[in-house]
């Protein structure tokens, strides 16, 4: 190829094992790097050309902005010119924050706040109807239109469902010139004593002024009522009450909203989560499966945290804390005649309820009884040592629905504001292709219409990108943390074509792993977006399709590691087809196969009645002792008949595992596997100090074998010694 005064020019990168290699990437195209695995693929595309790319943007900036951004090295690499800023869109996982959901880390929940805090018609939670907040001018219309002329009496509601004597109200009141009130239900006057339990709760209101209705007085009248209660009066005409609100209230069960700016329909903001799991959607439960063996008694340990408590890593003062339980159980069993030797699951179901949950204080001289759940609950939320939070989290509790907002993450109220007949977590709630063809089917009046538009037009551009990359069956409100790291890689993806950015170099990391053959060209549509809206984009891929939709590929190889890092073929897909050298090529043409080797399967594994998420109670035959491969569109469920239901039975019965798996009728052909592994994408290491050696344990005879040697004898040196992990072997300067 020529070189062309717009290519991104490489000389002489020698990053990894690349070996010095020479290239002209076009740009404003887009490229493919192939080659086998360890052939330097990402050593050339996210370790040299992203990282220059990013590192000298990053260098643009002022010495404030930088501390705020990651500064990669610089690779070894001679030159590089006509780079643009880089974007890497690497396959890895989604974000671990259980509050970030496909809706928020595409910004389109931002979007959907704002529609629905400004177009969003607010119902009431406990009956359901339309509510609405009205100035002081629809209400003087209002009560003009069919009271003018008449009595009318106009009061100021101060006091809602409040305990409290309210003696210091009454004092106010009265110094500020009101005479009668309306306390219960019954009137009152301020000049006599007004005496009020204040263990109960009351209902206060100030009778502001009776009178004919007219404009003028209406309107003194109606702002001191308002000015007094904050925004909610109430009309009497004979024998009608009318509740009137400046908030959005309802005139029937007096329940208001007072907040519906956009902050109050974000999950993440105290002004809108549900108070009960702040936003989560689920809350932490003590599991009785758990926490008790049913088959035990009481005095053998039945109430297992009781039994053997939780105290400090070293169980400090567990004898102490078990004693202190043992006496609180005897003395409630003794009161409620709960025999102590009878197996837990001989027990009547009143006594199990009482020992777990506990009631009111049983005698007057006795303690109060809290039971085993609401205490290890208390002592959950209570303790200040992370290590028995943990534990307690880890043996007794289970993630559980919220009982309040049934996983909805927003208050009742909240909930209650609707468009389309929706709420917003209805919305979040369905599949990105139904979102998409209920936003296109909206239609608003008005002012509505003007605040919608460039939201719908925002919203429905971020949906057609995520539908584009093939994940129209996600759910808006699914946690990113459950995504596969192809389906984060895609998300990442969509955003990024969203953004709308030009000038950019892209850099992608095997976009269409785990992909169906029938999404891959949605997928090659969107990278098409990208290179039309004036980028560069360069994916390294294995995928045939891809390949050969590219306008530029470079194979690396010709074998790993250090037989790898060299240019085998650069130019198009047609000239790697044609060319000796590109193994790719070879295979793609059928010049190369991988031989065929076939198994006698050694009986089955049945799974009967799988009906988790998407599955529709299918059952599957798995053979054993041969490959297996599971295959279908993106979404079909394959991960959740696997993963969810297979594996985590196998787990359950294999190793005593507390993870729940997935809805089925049962699993049949346990008894013929003795060990089950799951090989992912996910890091094997866990520090920086990990590597294959260390991993695989072949280090530790490697330390064996060199402590064996006899200059190692001599020393007196041990196979510690030959480790980097511990202090007698490890380089003192590095550590």
């Not at 596997?673 to 290491?685: E, F, N, R, T």
Request: proline residues 4%; hydrophobic residues 40%.
């Amino acid at each position: 190829m020529k070189k062309n005064r717009d290519d991104i020019v490489i000389v002489r990168a020698r990053t990894h094992n690349l070996k010095g290699i020479n290239l002209n990437i076009p740009k404003n195209s887009f490229v493919v790097i192939c080659g086998l695995s360890g052939s330097g693929k990402s050593s050339l595309a996210f370790d040299t050309l992203y990282a220059e790319g990013q590192r000298r943007y990053v260098e643009s900036l002022s010495s404030y902005a930088r501390q705020f951004l990651e500064q990669l090295q610089k690779p070894d690499v001679e030159s590089i010119s006509n780079l643009s800023p880089a974007i890497a869109i690497e396959e890895k996982g989604g974000s671990a924050n259980p509050r970030s959901t496909v809706a928020t880390s595409t910004e389109i929940h931002d979007f959907m706040r704002v529609l629905f805090a400004r177009a969003g018609i607010p119902h009431c939670p406990k009956c359901g109807r339309v509510i609405k907040g009205f100035s002081p001018d629809e209400i003087i219309s209002d009560i003009l239109s069919s009271h003018e002329g008449k009595e009318i009496e106009l009061r100021s509601n101060v006091v809602s469902g409040r305990k409290g004597s309210f003696t210091d109200l009454f004092l106010k009141l009265r110094k500020e010139g009101f005479a009668s009130l309306m306390v219960d239900g019954r009137a009152a006057e301020l000049e006599g004593d007004i005496v009020l339990d204040k263990k109960k709760k009351h209902d206060i209101s100030v009778i502001i002024d009776r009178f004919r209705a007219g404009k003028e007085r209406l309107t003194d009248s109606l702002n001191a009522a308002l000015a007094l209660s904050g925004g909610v009066c109430e009309l009497v005409a004979g024998k009608t009450v009318k509740t009137y609100s400046v908030h959005h209230a309802c005139t029937r069960c007096g329940l208001s909203v007072k907040d519906l700016s956009p902050r109050a329909f974000s999950f993440n903001s105290p002004y809108g989560a549900c108070p009960e799991c702040t936003g989560l959607g689920e809350v932490m439960t003590v599991d009785e499966a758990l926490a008790v063996n049913a088959d035990l008694s009481i005095e053998e340990g039945a109430l297992i945290p009781w039994f053997s408590p939780i105290t400090t890593r070293t169980h400090r003062w567990v004898r102490a804390a078990a004693g202190y339980y043992q006496a609180k159980l005897d003395e409630a069993c003794s009161i409620m005649k709960i025999p102590m030797d009878v197996k837990w699951k001989k027990l009547s179901k009143q006594q199990r309820e009482f020992l777990l949950h506990g009631s009111l204080p049983l005698l007057k001289s006795a303690s109060p009884y809290k039971g085993l759940a609401a205490s290890l609950k208390e002592r959950f939320s209570s303790t200040e040592s992370d290590f028995v939070r943990e534990e307690i989290s880890r043996l007794y509790m289970r993630k559980q629905l919220c009982p309040v907002c049934l996983g909805k993450r927003l208050k009742d109220e909240i909930l209650a504001v609707q468009i389309g007949g929706k709420s917003i977590a209805d919305v979040c709630d369905m599949p990105v292709s139904e979102v998409i063809k209920f936003f296109s089917a909206l239609s608003f009046s008005g002012s509505a219409a003007k605040i919608a538009a460039p939201l719908l037009k925002e919203i429905n551009s971020r949906l057609s990108f995520i539908s584009g990359v093939g994940l129209g069956y996600l759910t808006l409100s699914r946690s990113t943390r459950t995504l596969s790291r192809g389906e984060a890689q895609r998300i990442r993806l969509a955003t990024q074509i969203g953004s709308g950015l030009s000038g950019v170099l892209y850099v992608l990391d095997e976009p269409t792993i785990g992909l169906h053959q029938k999404d891959i060209h949605a997928l090659m549509l969107n990278l098409m977006k990208l290179k039309e809206t004036g980028n560069s984009v360069i994916v390294v891929e294995h995928e045939e399709a891809v390949m050969l939709a590219a306008d530029w590929i470079i194979e690396l190889g010709p074998g790993a590691g250090a037989l790898g890092g060299e240019v085998v073929f650069e130019g198009t897909p047609s000239g790697m087809l044609k060319s000796a050298k590109s193994l790719t090529g070879k295979y793609i043409r059928n010049s190369l196969t991988v031989k065929k080797t076939k198994k006698q399967n050694r009986g089955f594994i049945r799974i009967k009645g799988a009906k988790q998420f998407n599955l529709k109670n299918i059952d599957a035959d798995i053979p054993l002792g041969v490959l297996t491969c599971v295959t279908g569109v993106s979404g079909s469920g394959k991960s959740t008949l696997i993963e969810d239901i297979l594996m985590r039975s196998l787990r359950k019965k294999l190793t005593g595992s507390r993870e729940e798996p997935g809805s089925h009728s049962a699993i049949e052909g346990f008894e013929k596997i003795d060990k089950a592994l799951v090989i992912d994408q996910s890091p094997i290491g866990r520090t920086p100090r990990s590597n294959p050696v260390t991993y695989t344990k072949a280090w530790d005879e490697i330390r064996a074998l060199f402590a064996a040697m006899p200059l190692a004898k001599s020393r007196g040196y041990k196979a510690g010694q030959f480790s980097f992990n511990v202090k007698s072997g490890r380089c003192a300067a590095c550590g």
